[in-house]
């Protein structure tokens, strides 16, 4: 298991939890089943007929994810499983700089997502429990890949290209009276990739090769929030909006020494990161299939 599959996990985890948000807040929303939501011509759509149609699709994940999670909280407690917020947080920011494009668009809930990736961590301390790593296989495994462990600072941006001048300086007369960064990047930038996502780039650092040093000394004198005067590039005219600047950081060995820990192990064990080996432990019992026990 790889840190980019875990990513991608975590992402899979987000977007279930958030199909269940719109379940129950569907649910909390409208009051009779037979209340239309949508009209399409003369035809309607009630209530009963969406919510009966996102269960259809999503149900079964989306119950698996809670069971999960519950699963997650009840071994973690038998066990007596810790895990600090300091390391949370930097699992939380190795994963951002290194896989940032996975992370995008995801800032605007990141409480969400420290909690899935609280979760992934616990199941892979439950899951490697009881695997033994040698001091020596843990200090070779850190030297081996010790850049791994090093994060450049790093800069979450959203961009805007548009061709000419006279485009970005609309641009950010637009914003300056209200325009939201991500509708402008959508409807103006030229470049389609980082429009079709709202203009976001994810986390980028200055040895990213598709940028320019000319770039980040944009970037640098930005403070969170803000978006800088319009620049000449190749394309045109590019404007960027900051979001967060993670400062960069050198991980010792005995910051990561859990880490490297759980990743040999879990190499080792050559299995799916899955709460099922728990399931029957805890003892489930839930809507599509027998008792777990």
């Given amino acids: 298991m790889t840190r980019k599959q875990l990513w991608i996990i975590i992402a899979a985890l987000i ?15 409208f009051g009779k ?15 009963q007929e969406w919510l009966k149609e996102i269960e259809v699709r999503y149900g ?25 917020d300091k ?13 940032g494009p996975y992370y995008q668009n995801q800032s605007i809930d990141e409480e969400r997502w420290k909690e899935q990736i609280k979760y992934t961590l616990f199941l892979e301390e439950l899951l490697t429990k009881d695997v033994k790593v040698s001091e020596k296989e843990l200090k070779k495994y850190y030297l081996e890949n010790k850049r791994r462990f090093n994060i450049p600072p790093s ?47 994810g986390y980028v650092s200055k040895d990213d090769e598709r940028f320019s040093p000319a770039f980040f000394l944009e970037i640098e004198k930005l403070k969170p929030g803000q978006w800088s005067k ?46 099922k080996p728990f399931w029957k432990e805890i003892g489930v019992e839930w809507f599509y299939g027998k008792k777990e026990k």
């Fill in 155 to 201: 800069y979450h941006i959203s961009q805007i290209i548009v061709k000419t001048k006279k485009e970005a300086e609309q641009v950010i007369k637009e914003l300056k009276d209200g325009s939201n960064f991500s509708v402008l990047a959508m409807e103006r930038s030229i470049d389609e990739f980082s429009a079709n996502q709202g203009g976001d780039l």
């Fill in 87 to 99: 390391k949370l947080e930097q699992e939380l920011t190795m994963l951002k700089t290194i896989y």
């Fill in 15 to 29: 977007l279930v939890n958030c199909i269940t948000i719109v379940f129950f807040i569907a649910k909390d929303k």
């Fill in 230 to 275: 319009p620049s000449k590039i190749e394309q045109g005219y590019v404007i960027v909006l900051l979001h967060e600047r993670i400062k960069g950081k050198k991980y010792s060995y005995k910051e990561v020494k859990d880490q490297i820990r759980r990743q040999i192990a879990l190499e080792q064990m050559d299995m799916p990161i899955s709460t």
């Fill in 33 to 47: 089943a037979d209340e239309t939501v949508a009209t399409v011509g003369k035809e309607t759509i009630t209530r």
């Fill in 60 to 84: 079964r994940e989306v119950l698996e994810d809670l069971v999960n999670q519950k699963v997650i909280e009840l071994a973690v407690d038998k066990y007596g499983i810790k895990m600090s």
